[in-house]
């Protein structure tokens, strides 16, 4: 009688993340969640004696975001490995999925495929938010490193505001799904959401356990 054994599932840990990648991604994670209330606290005191109060301090925070996303685009081209854009870069998985309208089954250690695709949009994003940030801190505050083009930046506020608002219900709905995609691992039996943590991942090796027996002496 050929009765087949039951799986076992083993968790394999690598060191992956390094301790500065960690540290940025936390920063810009906390950066984003600061602006997003900082901007909303302003609106609900739009008129009131701490509606600047509350624009400053988000127009400092986008600041921290500006510093922290330029130290992440060049730890990007001279980090560790997994730190780097080219880890992010799995073109010829994104064409597959397309190509065959399937998930990817499982992958090695390093950034998911398909959330890097998503993290390459939201860091595009970011930049966007970044630089329209800033140039309507010059045009309506008159700080900030395009202060200098004030009177021209004015003119064209709103131009500048409409992109800056789409990007932030942008980066809002990716920080939706950013978490229920690590409640969903995790509710799977995969550890993801520590990583940025600990800096470990852990992948599983599923095999039988009559394996494991042949290994025993």
């Known amino acids: ?119 390459i949009v939201a860091y595009g994003v970011m930049v966007l938010m970044v630089a329209t940030g800033l140039g309507l801190a010059a045009a309506q505050f008159g700080v900030g490193p395009l202060a200098p083009w004030e009177g021209a930046l004015h003119d064209f506020r709103h131009a500048i505001k409409e992109p800056h608002e789409v990007g932030f219900f942008v980066l809002i709905g990716f920080v939706a799904v950013h978490v229920a995609a690590l409640v969903f691992h995790e509710r799977s039996g995969q550890p993801v959401a520590q990583s940025m943590v600990s800096g470990f991942q852990y992948r599983r090796l599923a095999r039988r356990a009559a394996d494991e027996n042949d290994r025993q002496p």
Do not use: C
Not at 29 to 46: D, G, N, T
């Open 1 to 119: 009688m050929d009765a087949r054994q039951p799986e076992t599932l083993t968790l394999e840990r690598i060191k992956v993340y390094d301790p500065l990648l960690r540290l940025l991604h936390w920063w810009n994670a906390v950066a984003i969640v600061m602006l997003a209330a900082s901007s909303q606290i302003a609106e609900f005191l739009e008129h009131g004696p701490f509606e600047d109060g509350a624009w400053q301090v988000h127009v400092i925070t986008g600041y921290l975001l500006a510093g922290g996303l330029g130290t992440r685009v060049l730890w990007g081209l001279f980090g560790p490995a997994r730190a780097r854009w080219s880890d992010f870069w799995h073109l010829q998985v994104w064409l597959r999925v397309l190509r065959e309208r399937r998930l990817p089954v499982g992958h090695g250690f390093g950034h998911d495929p398909l959330a890097s695709l998503a993290y």
